[in-house]
């Protein structure tokens, strides 16, 4: 197992323009967290899945953004309309549920520059 | 709204010394906590995880403690080495919301030889 892994790595795209992550969990695990993290900010929490169920959504996450998880392994997350505010590190994390305390497998992240 | 402080933006230590990082959260009473290292440019790697009940947990060089009365963890990096060098966050459990973790800004250890 190569752990948790994210694709593209780096992404650089014009205002307007749609993006889309892709994240693919450590394969047991079937909890999934999409987190944002901006240059001296901690991650912060996006969304998550158990199994293909989106439980939770951020407050900030806004309609240009959406997230699947369609058979409960991989996931995308997906900009509309892209704004330079939303140029940020995107982490995704998985774990296995079965109780609160479970440690998060982080991948290395996908980083987007909108200009 | 919950709240996590962590004591510094930076901290720079000599090699050899023990580094003590804070983390104090407010609005909450967190079932445990979490400790994680971020190097530049990748992704947060868990280090400890201390729950309310337990005072103190170790690992190797590395020392967490949990004071609920204070609302406060303590991170504990003994003979620190310039491979330590790395931003530690700490992440509190929030429970059933927002994915259970949030998680503070971080402190940026530097550890010179």
Redesign the interface.
């Known amino acids: 197992d190569t752990g948790?892994s994210q694709d593209p790595r780096h992404k650089i795209t014009k205002r307007g323009q749609n993006v889309t992550f892709r994240c693919d969990p450590i394969s047991e695990h079937n909890r999934l967290?999409w987190?944002r993290q901006t240059l001296?900010?901690?991650?912060?929490?996006l969304?998550?899945f158990q199994n293909e169920a989106q439980?939770?959504k951020?407050r900030l996450l806004s309609d240009r953004f959406s997230a699947e998880r369609p058979k409960g392994s991989f996931s995308t997350l997906e900009i509309q309309r892209t704004e330079q505010g939303d140029s940020a590190m995107y982490?995704c994390?998985s774990t296995t549920s079965g109780g609160?305390?479970g440690?998060?497998?982080?991948?290395?992240?996908s980083?987007l520059t909108v200009l | 709204s919950q709240k996590?402080e962590q004591n510094s933006?930076a901290l720079n230590i000599q090699e050899g010394k023990t580094a003590t990082l804070t983390c104090n959260y407010t609005n909450y009473s967190p079932?445990?906590l979490?400790w994680?290292r971020q190097d530049p440019?990748?992704?947060?790697?868990?280090l400890l995880?201390i729950?309310e009940n337990e005072k103190e947990k170790r690992k190797e060089r590395l020392k967490v403690t949990f004071d609920t009365t204070l609302k406060q963890s303590l991170f504990h990096i003994t003979a620190s080495q310039p491979a330590d060098s790395a931003t530690y966050?700490c992440?509190l459990?929030i429970?059933g919301?927002?994915?259970?973790?949030?998680?503070?800004?971080?402190t940026k250890l530097s550890v010179k030889p």
């Open positions: 948790v967290y987190y001296g900010q901690g991650p912060e929490f969304t998550y439980l939770e951020s982490l994390a609160r305390s440690e998060l497998f982080f991948g290395e992240g980083r | 996590i933006e079932a445990y979490q994680y440019g990748r992704g947060p790697v868990f995880l729950r966050l992440a459990d429970g919301s927002q994915g259970n973790l949030i998680f503070g800004k971080g």
